[in-house]
């Protein structure tokens, strides 16, 4: 069993980087900003903004993984509450608007929650449930449509909206980013998570409330993928069953991985999920800067999430030692 | 050469190997016989599961030399065992339960012409086969649909129809009824007709009388006798299972107060649980030890597990303090005031991943609720103080506990529960598995905390230890409690009687 602290975290940081700078060979304006109307612009921010969805889900997901298990649905939730969100919104307050959607995200993470703690059902059975249920259920909402709205108020949500300067998904996901540190780091969740996570049996009979804790991780899980699919939403002022959030657990689950938490359960960093996030979606926007055709960007994000991995590889770290001294630090 | 004239079939001598500085087999000769069914007995950690493997080339041995037929060989792999004539057949079968029965029988080998398989002639083959074992059964049936005991006979048919000189049977009965146990020893008798050597792994004493030749028996990685059965009495048997030397500073034990003195902390009445253990009763007092002696699935984990709430007891009543309890989780018990350390120390135990500290604070901190974390500097002390208390080495607050030898990892456990200042602690088997060190250190720690007013109970299979410090001991057979010793009765001979007794034989001490 490889013991590691990966919340040190020096290879996703070293990823990142190298990621930005190839931005910048191929687009030399990438670490340009300009203010206009108090608002920053720039493809650094653009950066932040595209990958507030995907950033907003691997929060969640992180939690879930840590504990052993696998959130497939949260793109579903995603088109669930953008569902709710986009039909409430011409006709409701935005307060309203906000509880249903981020209600419905709870109710989805109660309903994965029960099907793995109290049911017992493995993680990836019981949530593919909900990820292909889920989009039926959206569709359904939407009756199939696409539904638009107009309401100023919810797409202040979305990119064109803007707190400080900076674009509003941007700032609900460090404000996500900031209220699920205060939860797992200010109290003892974050060691009960891992202690689970890393000895499942162990931790029930040193008197942790495992269930209790896997339920209210998989509803944390459906609230932050109801974010998700509200700032979607609010984005294009629009709701889109068929493809909102389609394929994002996928992108959510790889920012978990490539953040250095292990799909076995245990240690966790949610800063390194996040950042992790992120390097998918810089990579998304040089390849959009640069110019090649779009369809490239499965290639190189494979090779780039490869060289992440096989960097916190301790088997390939130990080939490479000379190599590695700057990678092995982050496994003291 | 006559198949059954007796003559050695495989010779080990001198096998060792170590785990990360933990020694499980310490020079140990093991000599099987043609046509010989050979027990091969011990507690859990005892090493036979290592000497298995060894013999199969599973793990590389560190030392030995091992002779089949007179001929030195060495299986690097459970495949060239193998081709070797040495078959092994596990208490899971490993068999593919969703092919038919011919299918597994002849998986890799299987008769084909022009490159396909003659399905029809595998599965005359097979019947041909099976009936040399008395069973007549639809062989182009899905393994999974026969019971255990004809998937064990498939397995040992595969093994024999490779021409397998030796049979090793890993608790083949674990899991078998008494009929469906007497259709595999008719089938091990056979083979025995047929000069197989075959190696027999129980822990089913009566089976061991019942169709073995010899036994080896494996105490603590060392050889502890080899015997034919006829020289070799139940009683004698199980002390060479469970016997172990003490040094002298360990064997010497303060004298035993007089048990109604003390307060009792919790009482149990007939506690148990169905096809789990029988129900018993039980009281735990302030002060004192309680021990359980019995052997390997007698219910001595059991019967914590039940205290624990760890498995809810569907019958009797359990008073803590007087008052009525519901014992229905683990979280219950702790609030209760119990702790437990469970024999599984990888398992169930410690969290490897985590570091000392979190190890040490995790039950405390569960007790306490998520709400309120302990204050970073107040586990900084209390790891502190327990790493100096139990001199827990190396003395690395922030060391992940995987990286930790078996004994401090015991010790990082312990400190878990006495960090929750429980009133009655459960330990089982608490020195297993660890150093000469470490073992005398926790049972003068079993000491300290019984003086200073604790309750303990505590399971273990080394008898000589249990005397030194339990006040009362009590000895399981077949998941039931079957017999209470306490003050002065309290020896190593009388647990010995009363482990040995027949279920039909008046038990040797007091009954209960």
């Not at chain 1, 993984?65 to 709710?84: F, H, N, T």
């Not at chain 1, 780091?185 to 495992?210: D, W, Y």
């Not at chain 1, 998918?280 to 780039?304: C, D, H, R, Y």
Request: glycine share 10%.
């Amino acid at each position: 069993m490889a013991l590691r602290l990966p919340r040190i975290g020096t290879s996703q940081v070293a990823a990142l980087i190298l990621v930005l700078l190839a931005n910048w060979m191929v687009s030399p304006q990438f670490f340009d900003f300009h203010i206009r109307d108090g608002r920053v612009f720039g493809s650094v921010i653009d950066v932040l903004n595209r990958g507030a969805p995907v950033a907003l889900l691997s929060i969640g997901m992180v939690l879930v993984i840590a504990m052993r298990g696998i959130d497939l649905s949260v793109g579903a939730v995603m088109a669930i509450c953008g569902a709710i969100a986009a039909s409430l919104a011409d006709s409701h307050t935005l307060p309203v608007v906000l509880a249903a959607a981020l209600g419905a995200g709870l109710l989805c993470g109660l309903w994965n929650g029960l099907l793995v703690a109290v049911l017992g059902i493995q993680p990836i059975v019981a949530t593919l449930i909900l990820m292909v249920a889920g989009r039926g259920i959206a569709q359904l909402i939407t009756e199939g449509r696409i539904v638009t709205f107009s309401s100023p108020d919810l797409a202040f949500l979305g990119g064109s909206g803007s707190v400080l300067g900076l674009p509003t998904p941007v700032v609900l996901t460090f404000g996500m980013l900031a209220l699920t540190l205060l939860i797992v780091r200010g109290t003892a969740l974050g060691l009960m998570i891992e202690a689970t996570g890393g000895n499942p049996r162990a931790s029930a009979l040193a008197g942790i409330g495992t269930k209790l804790i896997t339920v209210a991780v998989y509803m944390w899980s459906g609230l932050c993928a109801a974010l998700a699919g509200i700032v979607a939403a609010a984005d294009i002022l629009g709701a889109d069953a068929n493809n909102a959030g389609l394929w994002l657990e996928l992108d959510a689950i790889l920012a978990v991985v490539i953040g250095g938490t292990s799909l076995f359960g245990g240690r966790f960093s949610v800063v390194l999920a996040v950042v992790g996030a992120l390097i998918i979606q810089a990579m998304n926007t040089g390849i959009l800067l640069s110019g090649f055709p779009p369809e490239t960007n499965l290639v190189v994000k494979a090779v780039v999430v490869l060289a992440v991995l096989l960097a916190q590889s301790p088997r390939v770290a130990g080939h490479f030692a000379g190599l590695g001294v700057l990678l092995n630090r982050s496994r003291s | 050469m006559h198949p059954t004239d007796g003559s050695t079939l495989l010779e080990l001598t001198g096998f060792s190997k170590s785990f990360a500085g933990f020694v499980a087999l310490d020079k140990v000769d093991f000599t099987l016989r043609r046509g010989e069914i050979h027990a091969l007995l011990g507690e859990n950690g005892a090493g036979k599961s290592t000497l298995i493997k060894a013999m199969t080339g599973v793990v590389a041995r560190d030392a030995g030399t091992m002779r089949l037929e007179g001929a030195e060989i060495a299986p690097r792999s459970a495949g060239e065992a193998t081709r070797l004539g040495i078959a092994t057949v596990y208490q899971e079968v490993n068999l593919a339960p969703n092919l038919s029965v011919a299918k597994n029988l002849f998986l890799g080998r299987q008769p084909t012409r022009f490159g396909f398989v003659r399905e029809g002639e595998m599965r005359r083959r097979a019947d041909a086969l099976l009936a040399e074992f008395g069973l007549s059964i639809d062989v182009a049936a899905p393994l999974e649909t026969y019971s255990v005991a004809i998937q064990h006979i498939v397995a040992i048919a595969r093994a024999v129809d490779q021409s397998a000189r030796m049979l090793i049977l890993d608790e083949p009965t674990a899991s078998l009824d008494a009929h469906e146990v007497e259709v595999l020893f008719t089938v091990m008798r056979q083979l025995k007709a047929r000069g197989i050597g075959i190696v027999f792994v129980t822990h089913f004493l009566d089976q061991v009388y019942a169709i073995c030749d010899r036994i080896t028996v494996l105490r603590n990685g060392r050889l502890a006798g080899t015997a034919p059965i006829a020289e070799l009495p139940r009683i004698d048997l199980v002390r060479m299972m469970l016997g172990r030397e003490l040094s002298a500073a360990t064997a010497q034990r303060p004298p035993r107060t007089a048990l109604a003195e003390a307060a009792p902390v919790a009482v149990f009445e007939d506690f148990g649980k169905t096809g789990y253990v029988a129900p018993f009763d039980l009281t735990l007092r302030a002060g004192h030890v309680v021990g359980l002696a019995g052997l390997l699935g007698s219910g001595r984990t059991e019967t914590v597990r039940l205290v624990f709430g760890a498995e809810r007891a569907d019958c009797g009543s359990a008073e803590v303090d007087g008052r009525r309890v519901a014992i229905s989780s683990p979280r219950e018990a702790m609030r209760l005031g119990f702790g437990y350390c469970p024999e599984e120390r990888k398992t169930e135990g410690v969290v490897a991943d985590l570091t000392v500290r979190e190890n040490i604070v995790l039950a405390l901190q569960a007790k306490r609720g998520p709400m309120k974390p302990l204050p970073r500097r107040e586990q900084d002390e209390m790891t502190a103080k327990f790493i100096r208390l139990l001199d827990i080495r190396p003395p690395d607050p922030e060391r992940p506990v995987g990286l930790l030898s078996g004994g401090n990892q015991q010790k990082v456990l312990l400190a878990r529960w006495l960090a929750t200042a429980p009133r009655l602690l459960i330990l089982d088997e608490p020195t297993r598995g660890i150093d000469v060190g470490a073992h005398a250190e926790i049972i003068g720690l079993i000491r300290d905390l019984c003086a200073e007013g604790m309750a303990l109970l505590v399971v273990s299979s080394e008898l000589e230890e249990i005397v030194t410090y339990a006040d009362e001991v009590v000895v399981l057979r077949d998941r039931a409690h079957v017999a209470r010793l306490t003050g002065d009765e309290v020896d190593v001979p009388a647990i010995l009687a009363a482990i040995a007794a027949d279920a039909s034989a008046p038990a040797a001490a007091a009954p209960m």
